[in-house]
């Protein structure tokens, strides 16, 4: 056959007629009835057809509409079945609460606690008039005013309890309008599952008994418990509050009181190293900071502004410096700077090296992911409960207080940037002969530095958030005018203070981000 009888122009899946697109037509067929076991030529018909639209092309599927989340949930479509049991359960409670609730309940508790003080005022009303005593009038306009105030309730308790049909007619209309809803979705929703499942073979495909039933029990359990509570408020009072023991909060607290009391009492030198470490660190930084002449600390601070952010922010720097210094916050501001700078040295020490450690090492990873996460959700003053346990109050106890609080992100984010790095530039420096060491230095840390000094900026940020709350356990600095302004109302003396830690947040972050224009 010549080259002129082929018709190169035409695409054999196009032409309906070709052995390849019959082929690829039973495949995806076959495909379909594979994956939802049930009916496969009505969801053969229809896959077809959503399949010929990029649009949303709306179907009808009478089992969807009729069994609701239960379908949805048996066909492993999760993400809408729980939405449609939201709505169904408001439509099946608005509909029980019409019929057979107590729409009046509320109403009558009002009315049987405003009976009882109604009760005790007209005690007091008939002893005053045997007294006769100058009160009268104020009992019975009391007793009035009462009597009127119940009558209103019993005419709303009336109203509310004439609402019951209307109610019952508008759950119904959400139900059935619901219901409508998802017959049209169903086939369009399972479509996309079944994309999913022909690249994913581990998504489950069919309805299995199984699953049926358990979206079954799941769908009617809630639903029926939310009926039941919505319709008869207080009849069970199982679904009102979870079920308590007090003795078992107080054996949880004994226990923790007693876990930390053998803490402190075994581990004293290891926490009397850490606060003696902690302290020189801070020593130090205080010296510097603190004792060295003001103007020797605010011109290198404008000088490294100048060569890691550019000549603009270092005259930011320099006016954020003589607004501190002209209202009489500059040593406040540079002890919170050395406190600031003891628990981000220390967090980034430790962290860094951490990161290193858990980027290339996922079980480890895995494992102190929790711990971090604890750290970093965990408020502020419950943690420092523990670290007033074991390091007292004072400057130490709110370096830790802070590491905890802002020393996760660094962690976070060196494990992010070297998990980033190319494995192809690896292999590549691998391949020429490099060793472990040159390809940490040399590859790794260099093309993961931008999410590390992302991950240093974010610890300085969060660990200067910290300044006000480490004030409450003795840490001194701008935190702790910003705390007096809160004891005595000092909105003037609170809010400069506010600005002081706002300028250090804004010189640190462009000292660390960098940017130089």
Not at 12 to 24: G, V
Not at 286 to 305: D, G, H, K, N, R
Not at 308 to 313: E, L, P, Q
Not at 381 to 405: D, Q
Request: aromatic share 12%.
């Amino acid at each position: 056959m010549s080259n002129s009888d082929v018709d190169l122009g035409v695409n054999p899946l196009e032409d309906i007629d070709s052995e390849a697109a019959i082929a690829y037509q039973e495949q995806r067929y076959e495909n379909i009835r594979s994956f939802v076991r049930t009916n496969s030529d009505y969801y053969i018909r229809n896959f077809d057809k959503i399949g010929a639209s990029a649009k949303f092309t709306a179907t009808f599927n009478f089992m969807a509409g009729l069994f609701g989340p239960i379908w949805f949930g048996a066909r492993g479509l999760w993400s809408w079945a729980l939405p449609f049991l939201i709505l169904e359960a408001v439509g099946f409670v608005q509909i029980a609460r019409g019929l057979f609730g107590d729409l009046a309940n509320d109403a009558m508790q009002r009315i049987a606690s405003i009976e009882g003080t109604l009760e005790l005022r007209r005690k007091q009303l008939a002893a005053a008039l045997e007294s006769g005593s100058d009160k009268v009038d104020v009992y019975r306009r009391t007793v009035e005013s009462l009597e009127a105030n119940i009558g209103g309730i019993r005419g709303e308790a009336a109203a509310m309890a004439a609402e019951g049909p209307m109610i019952a007619l508008a759950g119904l209309t959400l139900l059935i309008a619901v219901k409508f809803v998802q017959s049209i979705v169903a086939n369009w929703a399972l479509e996309g599952r079944f994309s999913e499942w022909l690249s994913d073979g581990e998504i489950r495909s069919g309805m299995p008994v199984s699953h049926m039933i358990f979206s079954a029990v799941f769908m009617v359990t809630l639903v029926a418990t939310a009926m039941v509570h919505y319709s008869f408020p207080g009849s069970f009072s199982v679904l009102g509050s979870f079920p308590t023991d007090p003795d078992i909060r107080l054996i949880s607290i004994d226990s923790v009181e007693a876990f930390f009391n053998w803490a402190v009492l075994n581990g004293d030198a290891l926490f009397d190293a850490i606060t003696y470490f902690i302290r020189v660190v801070l020593d130090t930084l205080e010296l510097v900071f603190v004792s060295t002449p003001w103007i020797v600390i605010a011109a290198l601070i404008i000088l490294l502004t100048w060569l890691t952010a550019g000549v603009r922010m270092a005259i930011y720097s320099g006016a954020f410096l003589s607004y501190m210094g002209l209202l009489g916050f500059w040593e406040k501001a540079m002890t919170t700077l050395a406190l600031l700078g003891t628990a981000a040295c220390l967090s980034i020490l430790i962290g860094i090296p951490l990161g290193m450690f858990a980027a290339r090492r996922p079980r480890f990873y895995s494992f102190i992911q929790p711990i971090m996460d604890f750290m970093q959700t965990m408020p502020a003053f419950v943690f420092m409960i523990p670290v007033i346990a074991f390091f007292g109050t004072g400057k130490p106890a709110a370096v830790v207080t802070t590491m905890i609080f802002g020393g996760t992100p660094v962690v976070r984010l060196t494990v992010l940037g070297l998990r980033g790095v190319p494995e192809s530039v690896r292999e590549a420096a691998i391949s020429f002969g490099a060793n472990k060491w040159f390809l940490l230095t040399k590859v790794d840390l260099p093309l993961a530095s931008p999410s590390i000094r992302a991950g240093i900026n974010q610890t300085i940020m969060l660990s200067l958030a910290m300044v006000v709350v480490a004030s409450l356990i003795g840490a001194k600095g701008l935190g702790e005018d910003v705390l007096e302004a809160l004891q005595y109302a000092n909105v003037g003396q609170g809010i400069l203070a506010g600005f002081s830690i706002l300028f250090c947040a804004m010189i640190l972050d462009r000292i660390v981000q960098g940017g130089r224009k």
